[in-house]
């Protein structure tokens, strides 16, 4: 069903199957007064100041995958754009509309996840063992070196996505989870603190095929200051 959806809004959009691949959906703007219409479009975050800033990825790899992340936003504005129009004419039964609904979480978090990536570069220091975060990490793997075993486990598994280190939200527990594509594998309201891209694109164009190396050099550049930024403000309550 999922992949008939998909089928039916991929042709309504002429898309060709491959608009995570090429930037954008290439269909005419469309002007719509539904109260599903949003007022601002999401805005496409500039992330050029890592570049030559991160040791083991070069520029040229970064660059390529800020304008994969560009394609996400620009997707995602356009399917909320078009999603708007179909309410405003009422067409929302219709199997467009709930093609383009399917798609809507594999942008949108597409979109998401990169920003979590980007984000979290910038190497600091590792916060010493009294900071909470390490308290947390401890509390739920025994050690620091335990929990980076398990992420870096779910990081090497067979298969495309993302491994994510979660907050989850019934009793507050550390878990590492791997996301399939985009949109499958999150833990519901659970709030994520370090996001690692596992897809090809991140890496296969420096190391090839060897990913274990790629998780070395990421873990060299992890910006620590924003991963307890995250943690605090979970703590807090603001997720």
């Given amino acids: 069903m999922r992949s008939f959806l998909y089928t039916a809004a991929a042709a309504a959009l002429m898309c060709g199957g491959n608009c995570h691949a090429e930037g954008p959906l290439e269909v005419k703007p469309e002007t719509a007064t539904s109260t599903a ?5 999401y805005e496409v975050k500039n992330f050029d100041h890592l570049l030559g800033n991160i040791p083991g990825l070069n520029d ?10 560009k394609g996400y936003v620009d997707n995602s504005n356009l ?9 405003a004419k009422k067409e ?5 509309f ?6 809507l979480g594999w942008e949108f978090d597409g979109m998401l996840l990169h920003e979590y990536y980007f984000e979290t570069f910038g190497k600091s220091t590792l916060p010493n063992e009294e900071h909470p975060l390490m308290k947390k990490i401890k ?5 620091y070196d335990n929990w980076k075993a398990d992420f870096v486990a779910t990081g090497l598994m067979r298969g495309i996505g993302w491994a994510i280190a979660y907050i989850e939200p019934k009793e507050g527990r550390l878990v590492n989870v791997w996301i399939n594509e985009h949109d499958l594998g999150h833990l519901a309201g659970g709030t994520p603190l370090l996001v690692m891209d596992v897809f090809e694109h991140a890496y296969i164009t420096q190391y090839g095929l060897d990913r274990a190396k790629y998780i070395d050099i990421f873990f060299e550049n992890i910006n620590w200051d924003v991963v307890s930024k995250r943690f605090s403000s979970r703590a807090m309550g603001q997720n």
Wanted: cysteine-free; charged content about 30%.
């Fill in 37 to 41: 219409t949003s007022k601002e479009r």
């Fill in 98 to 103: 709930a093609g383009l609904k399917h798609m």
């Fill in 60 to 69: 040229d790899l970064l660059k390529m995958h800020f304008k994969l992340y």
């Fill in 79 to 87: 399917l909320l754009q078009k999603l708007a129009a179909l309410d």
């Fill in 92 to 96: 929302n039964r219709s199997p467009e």
């Fill in 139 to 143: 509390a739920d793997y025994g050690s």
